[in-house]
């Protein structure tokens, strides 16, 4: 197993914008460990930024569109920038994982139910082994004309239906213990 850990989207529009994660608590502490454990490991980062057009929440070059300090400033291998929720979707990712013999992406990130579903998915449907991090991952309260859910429920619906089939859910402590032994 060859393993990259995607870090996808944290970026200030979830912690200063409309977009506030509030769930799980600490989210971004799992996140930073993932990628420190990850860096230790040798084991490639890539982080992932969502970007749209002028005037939107993810505005490129506003400041709700740039990564978070605590992650623009770890090591990483490799940034991407997406305009879809997929990471797959329009960049460069697959390609760059296959080069390198990477058969097993690790999903860390926001929103839980949006960008990381979605890349979780995609990456089962190519091929990958997917490893999610309950815990490194994050979302809010949301609603819409269908309803309003609460994050806490949001984010455990989206983990019970990734480990029915597309992933291997894990907490970032069990992953970075696996990391470790490997």
């Known amino acids: 197993m060859k393993r990259a850990l995607l870090v996808i989207d944290v970026q200030n529009e979830y912690f200063s914008g409309a977009l506030p994660v509030t769930y799980p608590q600490h989210s971004l502490q799992q996140i930073t460990q993932a990628i420190d454990a990850a860096n230790d490991a040798a084991i490639p980062v890539v982080l992932i930024q969502h970007a749209e057009t002028e005037g939107t929440l993810f505005s490129k070059g506003s400041a709700a569109w740039q990564l978070h300090p605590e992650i623009a400033g770890r090591k990483h291998e490799l940034l991407i920038e997406k305009n879809l929720p997929g990471s797959f979707t329009g960049t ?77 859910v894990k907490s970032t402590r069990e992953w970075i213990a696996e990391t470790r032994d490997a």
């Open 92 to 168: 460069p990712l697959e390609a760059w994982l296959r080069e390198r013999g990477i058969d097993t992406v690790v999903v860390s990130g926001y929103m839980t139910q949006m960008c990381c579903d979605t890349t979780a998915r995609q990456a089962s449907h190519l091929g990958f082994t997917v490893e999610f991090l309950s815990d490194a991952t994050g979302t809010l309260e949301f609603s819409n004309s269908e309803g309003t859910v609460d994050a806490q429920n949001l984010h455990s619906t989206t983990l019970i239906v990734q480990q029915s089939g597309f992933s291997q």
